[in-house]
């Protein structure tokens, strides 16, 4: 995990204890095989068994929107990533929800261009294994809580692993206030909490519009008069 600069901070920080956030992603997944009715995925994010998530599967220059519940989530092995870090990959089978839909033609067309010769029975019905390993992703939220804030970034607790340098699409309530901001993650490192691995990560905010500007300064300046 990459560790906490030293030095570089712009503007004063400050605790706090009870504001949260939440953040939107994507996330790349493989497609292991797949049916009418749903398909073995693999991801580095893992999935809550029972959650529905929305999918998109790359057909040739389009993207083929799905709503999937997980079914089942299993820890399957690590990979390295380019930057060296060590991250696990986990396993899920996904059950559609939405193939009664003008999507069922889409679906067919891409099982037909990515399937290999070889299918294996599964509950859902017959599964293909298909080629196509990239450009497929699902959209994932996460919940995290701020423990430091400053105006150029702050610090999070979150139970979800976040790649370094990365952007992500954030939003906190401050004081009856949504404010969005664009942030990157500067470093993080994992915190074991009994059975359950969480992260402290640090997020450098990259853009932020004057109302979220003007609104997160006021409520720093009211930290300040109150200490």
């Known amino acids: ?22 953040m939107l992603f994507s996330s790349e997944i493989n497609i292991l095989n797949i049916s009418m009715h749903g398909a ?4 580095t994010q893992q999935l809550a068994i029972g959650r529905e998530y929305a999918l998109k599967f790359r057909v040739e220059d389009d993207l083929l929107h799905l709503q999937g519940r997980v079914v089942w989530s299993v820890l399957s092995h ?11 990959v986990y396993k899920a089978g996904v059950r559609f929800s939405n193939t ?13 261009k ?7 029975k599964r509950r859902l019905g017959v599964r293909l294994k298909v080629q196509q390993r990239e450009g497929s992703e699902i959209d994932l939220s996460s919940e ?11 610090l999070i607790e979150t139970d979800t692993f976040l790649a370094n340098d990365r952007l992500y699409e954030m939003v906190m309530v401050l004081d009856g206030t949504r404010v969005a901001v664009t942030g990157r993650i500067a470093y993080q490192a994992e915190i074991k909490t009994g059975n359950s691995d969480m992260f402290d990560i640090g997020i450098e905010f990259l853009a932020m519009n004057e109302k979220a ?4 300064k006021t409520y720093l300046d009211a930290i300040e008069h109150s200490s």
């Open 1 to 22: 995990m990459s560790k906490n600069p030293i030095g570089k901070r712009r503007f004063k920080r400050y605790e706090v204890d009870y504001l949260h956030g939440s």
């Open 40 to 43: 073995a995925i693999t991801t």
């Open 78 to 88: 690590s990979k390295m990533l380019k930057n060296g870090e060590v991250v696990p």
């Open 100 to 112: 009664l839909t003008d999507t069922a033609t889409q679906l067919i067309s891409y099982i037909g």
């Open 114 to 120: 990515n399937r290999h010769d070889s299918h294996e």
């Open 144 to 154: 995290y809580r701020v423990k430091k804030i400053s105006l150029s970034g702050m």
């Open 213 to 216: 500007h003007s609104t997160l």
